[in-house]
T-cell receptor, first 115, second 113 residues
Framework: AQSVTQPDIHITVSEGASLELRCNYS??????LFWYVQSPGQGLQLLLK??????LVQGIKGFEAEFKRSQSSFNLRKPSVHWSDAAEYFC?????????????FGKGTSLLVTP | KAGVTQTPRYLIKTRGQQVTLSCSPI?????VSWYQQTPGQGLQFLFE???????NKGNFPGRFSGRQFSNSRSEMNVSTLELGDSALYLC????????????FGSGTQLSVL
């Protein structure tokens, strides 16, 4: 069965510092991979996605992620964090099956940005 | 283009009651899926509907049900509410529900007292 692991529950970074959020997945084939962000009391906004092709994908708000098949990872990065980036970040794996399609989410990483 | 709309935004119910949540997908989207979000369990898939048919179902009891109408709008129903059903219920839509990105609504926050 597919699964997603986000090892870091909380991360604190200083504004202007670089950021890397980790995501590991377990899936038999090449999955669809996503990063979503959620602000308090809000729904999820898609940051970026990987389906195939170039393993380094660019997203919105200056985020990027790299798919590494050998490590089963899809880590999210940003070179310089802004205070407005403080939020909950979710990595997700999407998979089609005979019964349909669903996203399997990690537990999330809460990002705190300090001045 | 309007986003995914969920109503109501907040709900307070008592144990044993039932509740119906509504979701209007983005125009043209035919796949609607539902997710439950709780602090302990995170985001969990409930079910997905496509062209008025339930196509996929997560591991939830039969108290959780849903349906989709011909205009792709969807409702989910929870009967005999339990305290543990308190959660943020998120609806997401996509064109075909076959791997493309999902667009999420802001959710309905359900509190069961």
């Amino acid at each position: 069965a597919q699964s997603v692991t986000q090892p870091d529950i909380h991360i604190t970074v200083s504004e202007g510092a670089s950021l890397e959020l980790r995501c590991n997945y377990s899936y038999g084939a090449t999955p669809y991979l996503f990063w979503y962000v959620q602000s308090p009391g809000q729904g999820l906004q898609l940051l970026l996605k990987y389906f195939s092709g170039d393993t380094l994908v660019q997203g919105i708000k200056g985020f990027e992620a790299e798919f590494k098949r050998s490590q089963s990872s899809f880590n999210l990065r940003k070179p310089s964090v802004h205070w407005s980036d403080a939020a909950e970040y979710f990595c997700a794996v999407g998979a089609n099956s005979n019964s349909g399609y669903a996203l399997n989410f990690g537990k999330g990483t809460s990002l705190l940005v300090t001045p | 283009k309007a986003g995914v709309t969920q109503t109501p935004r907040y709900l307070i119910k008592t144990r044993g009651q039932q509740v119906t949540l509504s979701c209007s997908p983005i125009s043209g989207h035919r796949s609607v899926s539902w997710y439950q979000q709780t602090p302990g369990q995170g985001l969990q898939f409930l079910f997905e509907y496509f062209s008025e048919t339930q196509r996929n179902k997560g591991n939830f009891p039969g108290r959780f049900s849903g349906r989709q109408f011909s205009n792709s709008r969807s409702e989910m129903n929870v009967s005999t509410l339990e305290l543990g059903d308190s959660a943020l219920y998120l609806c997401a839509s996509s064109f075909e529900g076959r791997g493309e990105k999902l667009f999420f609504g802001s959710g309905t926050q359900l509190s069961v007292l």
